[in-house]
């Protein structure tokens, strides 16, 4: 896997962000020494990839997948949220990459009944992350079919039972 994201949480965004510590410091496998949560939903997830013994391995931010945003037609850097690599009770190994989003963010908005300034402005921000996130789903697809893992979306309606 290449390039990690070296970025530290924001203590002044509108979600909870820190450092977490795992209980079982040996799964995770990256050489990052910190753990990186940018949201309730990761740390949920960190907690899971921890305290599961089926997750042998996992890691945050591990990678970089190279995209192609038409809206600016540019080349982008996606990192995605998460990697692990669960065994099933049969002993085959399945990898994931994963990545955490509000559900809003992956469905394309709606045209507001009422044109105000504000809804029009919130609606441009919803069509901006809705097409972004679907050129890094295109891109990241790819390079996971093309080596051997499941991409998968974790937002606020998971339950974790994408395995």
């Known amino acids: 896997m290449a390039g990690i994201k070296d970025l530290k949480p924001n203590c002044y965004g509108r979600f909870k962000q820190g450092y977490y510590t795992p209980t079982y410091p040996k799964k995770y496998t990256t050489n990052s020494k910190q753990i990186i949560y940018r949201s309730s939903w990761e740390l949920k997830l960190c907690k899971w990839f921890d305290l599961t013994p089926e997750v042998i391995e996992w890691a945050s931010e591990p990678l970089s ?14 990192y995605p949220d998460f990697y692990f690599a669960y065994k099933k009770p049969d002993g085959k190994i399945i990898k ?5 989003k509000p559900s809003n963010q992956l469905i394309k908005p709606e045209l507001p009944k009422r044109r105000t300034q504000n809804s029009i402005k919130n ?7 809705y097409l972004k996130n679907s050129c890094k789903r295109t891109y990241a697809r790819k ?18 039972n994408f395995l």
């Open 65 to 78: 997948i190279k995209y192609f945003y038409n809206v600016d037609n540019k080349i982008h850097t996606y």
């Open 143 to 160: 390079w996971c079919k093309e080596h051997g893992y499941n991409y998968v979306y974790v937002t606020e309606k998971s339950n974790l």
């Open 123 to 129: 609606y441009n921000h919803l069509m901006e992350c």
């Open 96 to 100: 994931y990459i994963v990545e955490c």
